[in-house]
Nanobody, 115 residues
């Protein structure tokens, strides 16, 4: 089974930028979709962004225009470019990959945005 490892989280001031990476241990070409969820303390996990094998993207309304998701099949990596970060973006960000009805998750990376 392919494993996912996130990196790139950290502490940033409001208005700053971060780039999250999700590296897969194997080929991501076959995955129907990949993307990112996030979970803030006391809140439900929410979908942030996703990208299909056909490069179709989807964003939560709260991040549209600020975040960009991309996948590099050659590097088996999915990226989340986050700009104009806000304190409400603070959360643990989880990478996921869907193959048919099976979902694989990463361990999560913390993003903290200070005001």
């Amino acid at each position: 089974q392919v494993q996912l490892v996130e990196s790139g989280g950290g502490l940033v001031q409001a208005g700053g930028s971060l780039r999250l990476s999700c590296a897969a241990s194997g080929s991501i070409f076959s995955f129907n979709s990949m993307g990112w969820y996030r979970q803030a303390p006391g809140k439900q996990r929410e979908l942030v962004a996703s990208v299909t094998r056909g490069e179709r993207t989807n964003y939560a309304n709260s991040v549209a225009g600020r975040f960009t998701i991309s996948r590099d099949n050659a590097k088996n990596t999915v990226y989340l470019h986050m700009n104009s970060l806000k304190p409400e973006d603070t959360a643990v960000y989880y990478c996921f990959a869907n193959l048919m009805l099976e979902t694989t998750w990463g361990q999560g990376t913390q993003v903290t945005v200070s005001s």
